[in-house]
């Protein structure tokens, strides 16, 4: 679906995966105004298709929208572009239990500038692909992570906690220099200090001692997971002592659990951290450790409609 806007509201249309046609001069091409979610449509127990949490999805590309000077796109405007991309390719959705069609909502400076400033106008696109578990190996095989010394993925001030096109191109040569060296994704740590876990690549980070699972703070520097936020959510109604705190790596280094969330991970287990050439296993480093089970058992229960949906995050579609 192809929104263009937003001099006369958003207009849009459904139209056939294919090119869109750009200036040299865009403005997302020079100057970055670029910023997408990702979503899941699930085929679910109750055989019906549903999204989760979409309206937390419109919000925070609202909040990114405005950091980067772009037009916010509307919540009903977001949800119905996705609502219809997955109603029109509701045959890609994949059987319960075998994946999910993700879907990414993109909003981007479609219009020409020459000089530094925002475009003159928008597009906003959502387009979708079938997808099974993001790391190899499946979904609940434990990942290896490698904690980042020299590279930052974002800095105080900046656009951490968007979900800006740039901060990912800003961690690619990181994390294939991590992927070369056999680590499934990379740890980052906080700019001033070097000493506190932020978050990997592409999801958010937990850590387990005992009964206490703890996470990153929202400082501006991560992104504000719908996963993560569910995942707080379900841990608290299970009698964790839940707290956003900074954690020292080497706190991370002692905890009996990690695991990563997001909405292409789910919920990882990971199956060990290795910092500055220390290699710390949790759980063996082959099976899913416990507590991250449980809460992704949860989760997915609620997003495949196996459970009552108490917290009132299932939306259905089709
Ligand atoms: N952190 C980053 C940098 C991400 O790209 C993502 C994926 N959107 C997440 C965390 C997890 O966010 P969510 O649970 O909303 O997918």
Known sequence: AVWNGPAKGWEGQLQDYGPLSLMPSAQALNYGQSIFEGMKARRTAKDRIVLFRPEMNASRMKDGARRLCMPEVPQHTFINAVEETVRANSEYVPPLGKGALYIRPLLFGSGPILGLAPAPSYTFVTYCAAVGSYFKGGQLKPIDLVVENKFHRAAPGGMGGTKAAGNYSAVLQIQRAANAKGFAD??????????????????????????????????????????????????????????????????????????????????????????????RVYGGGVAPTPVGLELYGDLTAIQNEQTGDHFGWVHPVC
């Open 186 to 279: 990379v740890v980052y740590l906080d700019c001033k200090t070097d000493a506190y876990l932020e978050e990997v690549s592409a999801c958010n980070i937990f850590v387990v001692k005992g009964r206490t699972i703890k996470t990153p703070p929202l400082t501006g520097t991560i992104l504000p997971g719908v996963t993560r936020d569910s995942i707080l959510q379900l841990a608290r109604k299970r009698g964790y002592d839940v707290k956003e705190q900074p954690i020292p790596v080497v706190e991370a280094l002692e905890a009996d659990e990690i695991f990563t969330t997001g909405t292409a991970v789910v919920v990882s287990p990971v199956g060990s951290l290795t910092h500055k050439g220390k290699r």
